[in-house]
């Protein structure tokens, strides 16, 4: 083969190596009650970066803790707020139990479903900083060591772990996570969400516990967030957490993030059908959502129920893919927000 023929073929050679590079795709999986459906209780969703950083973020009600066997590597685990459906004051008896609509749990206190998590994946707590910081009380409970702060190396936190670790954060605050041997981190920053964050009393320990059930109180914990993150192959997702509509969703998610694929949060007490969709016409400009947190059984055989008020939602939303999350389908999202498989 002559040099010129020879120069050629490295040159294709080198065009499909990096389309192949840039063609990885993130990968996203709903943890939810019932495989192939959409429940009231579901919220736990785990996002794996091309690169192997593992994600995991509100875990909930529907795992069954620290040993559930979807889990699989957990490096970061992320919480919007402190409720205690979203930090897991219960947990799934089994899967598959109960019904859609009221999926059967038991107590996971004291500990709750995202210490357990934390404790046994070895994982980075990045949250609000109030909430990491009783967040890794419960892992230092369960561990009986303290948790310390994640070291870095240089900006980034070096992923797997030894041991799970503080990764707290203020709103705006940025943290990344690389693994080892990788070009780029994937960076998470936490984003405003509109929304309540006291945590569930049973997580309390006594006198503290006692003395705020007299008045029938709770504490918060630092405000509510929601995140933007950005993996390495140019996917920015924003997860919105339990949130009403408000102007940072235009400004900060899409004018300043540039967030194009919205994780999207439908929870009643928080946003009508109307008001979520006119966050995701108005506000987000995404060029796709993934639709979570319903607080209903909004499928039945994998598709929406069309009474549901998850089907009111999609109906409004104009100009974009809705796509449900349903449990244990794994769907990946190339760096443009089109879904590529699994939707």
Do not use: W
């Not at 046994?120 to 409970?141: D, L, R, S």
């Not at 900006?155 to 041997?181: E, N």
């Not at 007299?214 to 933007?228: C, F, R």
């Amino acid at each position: 083969m002559g040099k010129s023929a020879l120069r050629r073929v490295l040159l294709i050679a080198l065009a499909f190596g990096c389309s192949s590079a840039m063609a990885q795709n993130v990968k996203i999986t709903p943890l939810g009650s019932h495989a192939g459906e959409l429940c009231d209780r579901d919220r736990a969703t785990l996002f794996e970066d091309p690169t192997g950083v593992r994600i995991l973020y509100d875990a909930g009600h529907t795992v069954t803790g620290g040993d559930d066997a979807r889990l699989g590597d957990v490096h970061v685990v992320l919480l919007s707020h402190a409720h205690g459906d979203h930090m897991g004051e219960r947990k799934m008896k089994a899967l598959e139990a109960g019904t859609c609509d009221r999926p059967e749990t038991v107590s996971a206190a004291p500990n709750s479903t995202t210490g357990e998590i934390a404790a046994a994946k070895n994982a980075a707590i990045m949250m609000i900083a109030p909430m990491a910081a009783f967040i890794g009380k419960k892992v230092e409970t369960i561990r009986g060591k303290p948790t310390g702060a994640c070291a870095q190396t240089g900006p980034d936190i070096a992923v797997p772990l030894p041991a799970p670790c503080l990764a707290a954060v203020q709103l705006g605050g940025m943290r990344s996570f690389r693994t080892a041997g990788a070009s780029r981190a994937v960076e998470i920053t936490t984003v405003t969400a509109a929304h309540d964050s006291t945590v569930a009393r049973e997580l309390l320990t006594d006198p503290e516990r006692r003395n705020l059930d007299a008045d029938n109180v709770s504490l918060t914990l630092g405000p509510s967030s929601g995140y933007v993150i950005q993996f390495t192959n140019g996917l920015k997702i924003y997860l919105s957490g339990d949130t009403g509509l408000h102007a940072e969703m235009k400004s900060v998610v899409n004018e300043f993030h540039k967030a194009n694929l919205a994780f999207l949060n439908l929870g009643p007490n928080a946003v009508t059908g109307f008001s979520a969709a006119y966050a995701v016409n108005e506000f987000l400009k995404p060029a796709a959502v993934i639709v979570t947190h319903v607080n209903e059984g909004a499928t039945a055989g994998g598709k929406v129920k069309p009474d549901s008020r998850t089907a009111a939602f999609m109906n409004l939303v104009k100009g974009r893919p809705v796509h449900l999350a349903l449990s244990g389908r794994t769907m990946e999202f190339d760096g443009s927000a089109k879904c590529v498989a699994g939707c």
